[in-house]
């Protein structure tokens, strides 16, 4: 299955939307008690920050170092000259923050229209200091920014990018999980970790499968559908033939991944990376003839596909080198009831239409040698195994499985692909 094609001129927006969230992510975690939700905090410990007009002056380190001092129940912060600290200081290159009356605070605190977060824990970061980074507070994750200024560790949200993956913060500072929404558009946030966590709450891109349904996400995250496709009911497939899922490693390698079937039934067992990487013709998207070439790479979701012609010439370079007598053989123009007859003779078809036999739309323009090449979305490549009267039923890589559609509307998306067909015999 193809991603929704964009233009060139969106790509640098987002990468300029990409430059714009990119503080450090470091993570570090703490405990403690329940914490006041950070937009409403005024402080935690029941105290109530001084709200500045204006942002608050860097605090700089004195030579001579403060002096902590208790007073009652609190904590002060006493200079050389006698006075104690107010608002942010720093001491031995750790960054507190102080009341109008000059107690240490702790927990969240709202100031100069930013929200921080100070340590209520003694140890490796001492009670009190302005926290950076990843935390985890109160079962929650929240990003407070070390780059920040004036003062560093304001909270932060919306969205943020990090080693290639996306991430959002609610308007309380929370990390995202599960279904969210951000300007009426919903998103899906990763819940489960692997490795080294850092894919927890990453925001999904491309085709995924998630408790039974299939979602489409745009590149940047933007839920565009939930698709469907009615499983195949009773038939006879081809004896040995196995579908095979193109996700996660090639999201954009419908194409390749349907020959990969093809080829793994007449007995070769090879791999769809395989073919994709070695076996495929391919050249950056806006410089392909899609005739020619495959249009970026199968395995970068923003990538389009290709056409008959290519997949043809990367089933014959791939028999060639195995030695084999068979042939790949471009019969694109065959109408589907010469299809069906290639069906009942156990011979899979591999066929072009559109993802789900949903509408599809000509989309991005390019030039290529004077021509005009314009891409056709949602334009998607499976294997047609059967035919009825009323249905047909292919191997469709975008589930990994057999799926049935009706028969007169699958030939109708078969026909706006231009009738499309390839087999090997």
Same mark, same amino acid.
């Given at each position: ?24 992510? !470091? #993570? /570090?975690?703490? $405990? *403690?008690? &329940? @914490? +006041? %939700? =950070?937009? !409403? #905090? /005024?402080?935690? $410990? *029941?105290? &109530? @920050? +001084? %709200? =500045? ?373």
């Amino acid at each position: 299955m193809k991603k929704r094609p964009f233009g060139f001129a969106f790509l640098i927006v987002l990468l300029m939307f990409a430059l714009t969230v990119n503080p450090c992510f !470091a #993570a /570090e975690g703490t $405990t *403690g008690s &329940t @914490a +006041e %939700k =950070a937009a !409403a #905090a /005024e402080s935690a $410990t *029941g105290a &109530t @920050a +001084e %709200k =500045a007009a204006e942002e608050p002056e860097p605090p700089v380190e004195p030579r001579i170092p403060d002096q902590w001092v208790e007073h009652g129940d609190h904590l002060r912060l006493r200079a050389a000259g006698g006075k104690y600290r107010k608002g942010f200081a720093l001491r031995r290159g750790s960054l507190h923050f102080f009341d109008s009356n000059g107690n240490l605070q702790t927990g969240w605190i709202s100031f100069g229209g930013k929200t921080y977060y100070a340590s209520r824990m003694h140890g490796e970061r001492g009670r009190g200091e302005i926290m950076t980074g990843l935390v985890r507070i109160d079962r929650h994750y929240y990003l407070l920014d070390p780059d920040s200024t004036p003062v560093s560790g304001a909270m932060y949200t919306g969205f943020h990018q990090e080693q290639g993956n996306l991430y959002y913060f609610h308007p309380d500072g929370r990390l995202a999980t599960g279904w969210f929404m951000d300007s009426g558009c919903q998103y899906y946030a990763q819940t489960g970790r692997t490795g080294d966590h850092s894919d927890y709450g990453a925001v999904l891109a491309g085709v995924q499968h998630k408790g039974g349904k299939t979602y489409r996400f745009a590149p940047w995250g933007i839920l565009e559908e939930t698709m469907t496709a009615e499983p195949a009911g009773p038939f006879d497939p081809p004896a040995g033939f196995r579908p095979i899922i193109q996700y996660p490693d090639l999201p954009t390698g419908c194409e390749t991944t349907s020959l990969t079937m093809v080829l793994n039934y007449l007995g070769y067992p090879v791999d769809k990376l395989d073919l994709a990487d070695h076996y495929l013709d391919k050249k950056p998207v806006g410089e392909a003839d899609f005739y020619k070439y495959f249009v970026g790479d199968p395995r970068d979701v923003a990538s389009f596909g290709c056409y008959s012609p290519v997949i043809v010439k990367a089933a014959n370079r791939y028999l060639e080198k195995k030695g084999s007598e068979l042939n790949a053989r471009n019969i694109s123009g065959s109408p589907l009831e010469a299809l069906a007859a290639y069906t009942k003779q156990g011979i899979p078809v591999i066929v072009w239409g559109t993802a789900g036999c949903r509408p599809g739309h000509y989309t991005v323009t390019w030039e290529i040698d004077g021509r005009n090449m314009t891409w056709y979305s949602p334009e998607h490549c499976m294997v047609l195994v059967a035919c009825y009267a009323d249905r047909v039923v292919l191997a469709d890589p975008l589930w990994g499985r057999f799926v049935t559609y009706d028969r007169n509307l699958f030939d109708k998306r078969y026909r706006s692909l231009h009738r499309q067909a390839v087999v090997i015999r």
